[in-house]
């Protein structure tokens, strides 16, 4: 059994809606089956098979290379196995993802993650705006799982995220952790203005000292028990966080404009 | 049966099912992890007017514990779901969420067949009005309330399994001090036994009892026949020689782990041996009707 591997043929010009492409949709469908499902590219359906070069027959472990930032929702609502990216990713990468792993080796644009219920989403590379947040109409961002990220992220990262564990060992843009229902974002680079406008509850872990907006307050430096738990159960992740096992923190709480309940953790 | 002089019983322990539990707690250091399972495992001699029968199994290092602190695991035993749920509760709350730097975690998680998910810190969050918040980590819950040492850490739930309590045995000595010397043995070597605690003070019980009493309002009473003081009034188990008795009572996750546990007791007993006064081993049972258990005396010693 070898991974099935979806190779673009050519650069593509219009984006292409590849959601059809989990394993727990292909488990048990001829290559041929495969091949002929329609994929929403605008206003066409084109066949798999127009697409991509398809080979292998494991359809728990797909492969998409040479990949493009065109290609949206790949892994939406998955529910098992592992999609291995190489090249790029367009937007919506893990949409409603529920469980098994998506690995990106290159870049994702916006909403990667959002909707996200369980699971692994490991990004080399950069992401786009509205990282695990809720897409617009929707009330909850990323509701469970963990997101890796080892470049940057942009704006409104964990956009009302409402739980799940987002590492980022980049620097993130403005209003990051915005309207943050709960959950845990650690930031290891720098984060934009703005960090937790309106956030309501959950854990944003930083390295360095943000700007804070009036409704943030400081609440002290701390050495907080539930970091050690935390750490230790990042300690087998493949990331830069699994090496960190600090809990003295400065701690923040906010946004105080709505219920306050969030907290920035900085490290000293 | 003769090990080293003393004579072993062709009788069995009488022992029942029983809901156990497993608590973790985690201090700053392993002095205040014990003053907190100390608390907590306080008054818990016997289900009879304690509600549980609990004690400290086993210290636990850095390494063990989900926090990374120095730590104990404590057992809980109790004849119901219910008051095992009720007991876990009051007791977490009065001895450990008031405990300085403590913190309470859940002791099983898998292993078991049959595993009920039950309350650890999952009602005492309240106790933060509205400040309380949980994290979720490896899919396991944990409650960071707010208190004036800094935060309570607790995990929202622990597990609780069918286990056997009731598992006994009695050390028949001549003289108070070397049946005491006996059980001291014992105990040392018992508590190096996983999934076991030996419930009463020290591990050692003096007033075995037996069912039913000549008080109408009283269920059990002193095990006269044997009392060694009654030898010569009442129909004793006693031979001559014997002056004290005394008994291990165990609890266990399981019915092998106490079967471990009694072998161990009692083979440190009799290393002391008829020339340390150690006569006999015994063990006490209802006639075999009452408890679905029985620890047969010489089987656990083949």
Redesign the interface.
């Known amino acids: 059994m070898s991974a099935l591997t979806f190779t673009l043929k050519q650069a593509i010009q219009q984006r292409v809606d590849v959601s059809a492409l989990t394993p727990d949709n292909l488990a048990g469908k001829s290559l041929s089956d495969i091949a002929a499902i329609p994929l929403d590219s605008g206003r066409l359906k084109l066949r798999v098979d127009s697409l991509f070069d398809i080979s292998g027959d494991n359809a728990e472990e797909i492969v998409f290379n040479n990949a493009s930032g065109k290609l949206d929702y790949i892994g939406s609502k998955m529910k098992s196995g592992r999609i291995t990216v190489n090249g790029g990713a367009g937007s919506y990468l893990g949409f409603q993802m529920r469980k098994g792993e998506i690995v990106l080796n290159g870049n994702a644009d916006a909403y990667t993650a959002s909707g996200m219920a369980g699971g692994l989403l490991h990004v080399h590379g950069n992401v786009g705006d509205f990282l695990a947040a809720a897409i617009p109409g929707d009330r909850k961002g990323m509701k469970g799982g963990i997101v890796l990220i080892t470049g940057n992220a942009g704006e409104r990262a964990g956009d009302q995220m409402r739980r799940g564990i987002i590492l980022i060992e980049g620097n993130v843009g403005s209003y990051c952790a915005s309207r943050m229902l709960a959950g845990t974002i650690g930031v290891l680079g720098s984060v934009g203005d703005y960090v937790g406008y309106g956030m309501r509850r959950g854990t944003l872990l930083l390295t360095q000292p943000p700007k804070l907006h009036a409704t943030l307050q400081d609440c002290g430096t701390h050495t907080l028990p539930f970091l050690s738990l935390m750490f230790k159960s990042f300690s087998n992740l493949p990331s830069k966080f699994a090496a960190i096992n600090k809990n003295r923190v400065q701690r923040f709480a906010g946004d105080i404009a709505n219920d306050g309940k969030g907290e920035i953790l900085v490290f000293k | 049966m003769i090990i080293n002089g003393v004579s072993i019983d062709d009788t069995f322990a009488e022992a029942f099912g029983m809901r156990g539990t497993r608590v973790l707690i985690t201090a700053q250091n392993l002095r205040w992890a014990y003053n907190a399972a100390r608390a907590m495992t306080g008054f818990a001699t016997s289900v009879i007017a304690c509600g549980v029968e609990a004690g400290i199994e086993r210290e636990l290092s850095p390494e063990e514990t989900?926090?990374?602190?120095p730590g104990v695991s404590i057992l809980m035993f109790a004849m119901s779901s219910a008051v095992l749920m009720k007991q876990l509760e009051t007791r977490l709350g009065q001895c450990v969420l008031t405990c300085p730097?403590a913190?309470a975690f859940s002791g099983i998680d898998d292993g078991y067949p049959e595993i009920t998910k039950i309350n650890l810190g999952k009602n005492l969050r309240f106790f933060g009005d509205?400040?309380q918040?949980?994290?979720?980590?490896?899919g396991k819950r944990?409650w960071?309330v707010p208190v004036m040492d800094?935060?309570f850490?607790t995990e929202e739930s622990t597990g609780m399994i069918r286990s056997v309590g009731g598992g006994n045995f009695l050390i028949l000595a001549e003289s108070q001090p070397q049946a005491l010397a006996a059980c001291e043995a014992a105990i040392d070597a018992m508590s190096k036994v996983p999934n076991v605690i030996m419930p009463f003070p020290g591990g050692v019980v003096r007033s075995g009892s037996k069912v039913g009493s000549k008080y109408k309002s009283l269920i059990a009473s002193t095990n006269d026949a044997f009392c060694p003081t009654l030898k010569g009034i009442t129909k004793t188990e006693l031979s001559p020689e014997i002056e004290s008795v005394m008994e291990i009572v165990i609890d266990g996750l399981t019915d092998p782990d106490i079967r471990v546990a009694m072998r161990a007791g009692i083979a440190a007993a009799c290393e002391l041996g008829a020339k340390n006064g150690i006569k006999r081993i015994s063990a006490g049972n209802y006639g075999g009707k009452l408890g679905p258990y029985h620890f047969k005396l010489r089987e656990i010693m083949a």
């Open positions: 989900p926090d990374g602190r730097t913190a509205g400040f918040t949980s994290k979720v980590f490896n944990y960071r800094g935060e850490m």
